[in-house]
């Protein structure tokens, strides 16, 4: 080995115990479900003893009206609590961007629910929902009206209020982060230039928070296929199978069922899914960055 | 097309001054220039009316109107900014085309108009660029355009041709005389370039800290300066200034200092009779003229110390006894560093200021 070759591995050598240990963390129990997911596999049996069925458990997860089902819940889950936390969070946003007193306090209130852990966060909800001694019915019954069933017939209604609440902040402190990097002189022109106020948020400042509220979005939507804690502790999936999303009946199917080789096959298809939405999203800055480049470079030629 | 008065007008952040009563009349469709150093209050007057900031104090009339409540949208305004301001996801067509489309107007009018600003600033094969493709230059004649596109009567203008290069700003500038000549609008334009403030200009307002130095035509300002700070801030290269010592002697009264004894024209000398004492002498460049056989009292002896070719003139720094004194020279005057040389004094060119307000006498 030559001296230079030898200086230029030096940092790959210094990279390796991190790769080494990053492999082993992420790549052996990704491995070890991928293969596990060709399996006809029973918790009491060791990985090595179980049979190869080939894409069976694809197979029959792919004709299971029950698996259908709890991924028609994670989609209805997911896009709408995306939807309505978009909608409250830039909402809140917009309202919030503005310099008075009292604003500080009022921003770092709204970013509470956030730093709650989730399951704690599924303690209280369930505790708010209870039919007789909740927060929500005895405020109701006291109203005079009628208790409502929410954690029984609206169970997945229920379940997305509580998400809701619990992540609109995110997407809160995002916009008002990007509100605040919009360029000021920009919005005073808009206001020579006669926009009202919602004029100002239509024409300038969504189209310019844009790229920042895509990518918080499908950030938020990746995290929303992953929801387990809340809901398990809220209402273990039920009833029925009214809000059982894919990750619990991925424990499910592992823990009950006792059929790890499905369960690992239904972890792949939602990871699938992700690294689908992931790799939209890289997409989507790359073409962003590549449309500035372009600018760049076309400025240059110009002025070259 | 109103008339725009500003009355005790003041401004704060927080706790600090930094306009202390503006008092300002601009008549209806003059071309006023608000010049002065950096942080003066320039920018901070041009944006309180166009209603960008608040009112600390004082009214703003337009049309004998105070509109200080206004928003400005209702102040039927347009402003061109010094950091241009551009709508960065719009290309230019709809940057310069925005207050036309939020007034709803047919879209034929808005294709016409914006075709019509494009081609004055020279935009026309741009007009589908977004601003972040465009060279700083390209940027401020898009954030024109807009302005012009409005049609408003009222134009306010921070430093709009800031950024240009030396042949581009001419054109501009020759472009805003003759469009002010066309449109006869009510102009509010802000600057620190003295060639643009005098060119442009039907009334200069010089600002210093907050305060209005003094305002009136261009000329009067070069002619007749109210300060020792609008003197020197007006003209280039800056007035001289010398301290000399005001001295009757018979019946002529001279500013005595060291290295000179200048005569004060018999007119000027009578109502400067009954001041003796300290006061400061000004004389611009060009109004000293290289004249080795002028009567002594009417002229000033200067050392070469610097002689800076600029073309056709040079600048030569000068002493005179412990001052500097700057003059200018036809290049091919043959002198010589060291060289003592004698300047004469035009009459006219005398001004005297105040050694403690900086009045002029
Ligand atoms: N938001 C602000 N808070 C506090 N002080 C400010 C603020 N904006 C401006 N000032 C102060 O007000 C003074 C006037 O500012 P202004 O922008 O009007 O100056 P200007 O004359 O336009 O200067 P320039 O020629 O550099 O643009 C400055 O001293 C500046 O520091
Ligand atoms: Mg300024």
Known sequence: MTAQTFNRMTPYMFLIPAAVTMGIALLYPLGYMIYGSFRDWDPSQNISETEFVGLKNYITLFFDPAFHESLSVTLIFAFTVVVAEMLIGVGLALLLDRNIRGISVLRTLFILPMMIAPVVVGLMWRYMYHPTVGTFNRTLKSLGFEGIDWLGQHALLSVII????????????????????LPASALEAARIDGATTWQQIWHIKLPLMMPVLVVTALLRLIDAFKVLEVILVMTEGGPGLSTEIVALRISRTATEFRELGTAAAMSNYLLLLLLFLTMAMFAISRIQEARAARLARQIEEESG | MPEIRLS???????????????????????????????????STTLRMVAGLETVSGGEIFIGGNPVSHLDPKDRGLAMVFQD????????????????????????????????????????????HRKPGALSGGQRQRVAMARALAKDSDIFLFDEPLSNLDAKLRGQMRAELALMQQRVRKNMIYVTHDQVEAMTLADR??????????????????????????????????????????????????????????????????????????????????SDLNYDQDAPENEAIDLRVIVSEYVGAQSVLLCSCGNSNVTVELKSETPIALGETLRFAIRPEGIHLFDQESTAAL
Not at chain 1, 167 to 180: N, V
Not at chain 2, 16 to 35: P, Q, R, S, Y
Not at chain 2, 91 to 105: E, P, Y
Request: charged letters at 20%; a negative charge.
């Open chain 1, 162 to 181: 509580a998400d809701i609440w619990q992540w609109t902040p995110f997407i809160l402190i995002l916009s008002l982060a990007a509100l605040q990097s």
């Open chain 2, 8 to 42: 005790k007008l003041t401004k704060r952040y927080g706790a600090v001054e930094v306009l202390h009563g503006i008092d300002l009349e601009m008549a209806e469709n003059e071309f006023t220039v608000l010049v002065g150093p950096s942080g003066c209050g320039k």
């Open chain 2, 84 to 127: 241009y301001a551009l709508y960065p996801h719009m290309d230019v067509a709809h940057n310069i085309s925005f207050a036309l489309r939020l007034q709803r107007r047919p879209k034929a009018e808005i294709e016409a108009k914006v075709r019509e600003v494009a081609e004055v600033v020279g935009l026309t094969e741009f007009l």
């Open chain 2, 204 to 285: 200069i307002v010089v600002m210093h800290g907050g305060h209005i130095q003094q305002q009136g035509t261009p000329e009067t300002l070069f002619k007749q300066p109210a300060n020792r700070f609008v003197a020197g801030f007006l003209g280039s290269p800056p007035m001289n200034f010398l301290e000399a010592e005001l001295i009757s002697e018979g019946d002529t009264l001279f500013a005595r200092g060291e290295g000179f004894s200048v005569a004060i024209p018999a007119e000027r000398s009578r109502t400067l009779q009954s001041r003796n004492g300290s006061v400061i002498l000004g004389i611009r460049p």
